[in-house]
């Protein structure tokens, strides 16, 4: 019986049974996505694809660049921007309506490139987060500089007041949807390599491969909408509807410039009544 076993053991190893290994992984939700990119990256090495291998790469290592992201990758988000002076810094979202015209036209406003891997991702989903903050690495200088030249030319921002960061607030679930979308692109891949299998033929050619890995990445365009949630007595409550157009009474410069008032003037407030102590005059208390 233990050679038997062991024998068993071996034959689920070779490349033969591999691509039924996966398509079985696929099927089950306690096998890690991780995983099973692993043994697409062998299973590109037995066909000889190179496509299929970075694929798999790429989605287990995180994308190095946005441009070389398939669509699945990013997620619909809302956009916030850190603004910071010499006393105090704060943090304001933006609704995409509000949002510089140059940012909307190129596309950077309302979708957040996920740049992680799948392995940290499903880290994440494990450790219990309720969001994740995402940061545009390849595009960061030039939102900046975009949000602050809006800025400048509607007069909202104080003096030494200066938009440094443009980043995404994206929920626990969103991620949650991307790693099945991930794992409904692989099940996609899957399927046309054991439909383009020859009778009797237990791998895909490379042809074949190819093919599959270009129809299941283009295939995959849509995004991930969360317009909002909420938390009760700790349960996630999500709301998922179609992203309505924000009120345009105001801008979010109008607020950012009241607000910008109202922080310093708190500021001074403060200081005054500190010194006032330190002096030992309390004329609040006459």
């Known amino acids: 019986m233990p050679l038997l076993m062991l024998e068993t053991a071996r034959m689920s190893t070779k490349p033969d049974g591999l691509l039924v290994k996966i398509q079985a992984g696929v099927l089950d939700e306690q096998t890690s996505l991780s995983s099973l990119l692993q043994m697409c990256i062998v299973l590109g090495g037995h066909t000889g694809s190179d496509k299929l291998r970075a694929w798999a790469r790429e989605e287990i290592n995180g994308y190095a660049s946005v441009d070389g992201m398939p669509e699945y990758w990013k997620v619909s988000a809302a956009l916030y921007i850190k603004v910071v002076s010499r006393f105090n810094e704060f943090d304001q979202m933006i609704p995409p309506a509000q949002m510089p015209l140059k940012v909307r036209q190129a596309g950077c406003g309302s979708a957040a490139p996920v740049a992680a891997g799948v392995g940290e991702l499903e880290a994440f989903v494990q450790g ?5 903050s995402i940061i545009d690495t390849d595009n960061q200088s030039r939102l900046v500089a975009e949000f602050n030249a809006e800025a400048e030319a509607q007069g909202a921002l104080h ?5 440094t960061v443009v980043y995404w607030i994206v929920p626990a679930v969103v991620i949650k ?3 099945v979308r991930v794992r409904t692109t692989l099940a996609e891949l899957v399927a046309d390599l054991v439909n ?3 009778a009797g033929q237990a791998l895909p050619d490379k042809a ?6 270009h129809l299941a990445i283009e295939g995959s365009g849509n995004f991930v909408t969360v317009v909002g949630s909420q938390r009760s007595e700790g349960n996630s409550t999500v709301t998922t509807t179609a992203p309505q157009p924000p009120p345009l009474a105001e801008n979010w410069w109008k607020r950012l410039r009241k607000r910008g008032w109202i922080v310093a003037l708190s500021t001074f407030v403060a200081a005054a009544v ?3 102590a330190w002096l030992g005059w309390k004329p609040w208390e006459g």
Do not use: C, H, N
């Open 274 to 276: 500190g010194v006032f």
């Open 159 to 163: 003096r030494a007041q200066r938009v």
């Open 128 to 132: 219990g987060d309720e969001k994740i």
């Open 208 to 213: 074949s491969t190819d093919r599959a890995i």
């Open 196 to 198: 383009a299998l020859p």
């Open 177 to 179: 949807g991307l790693l």
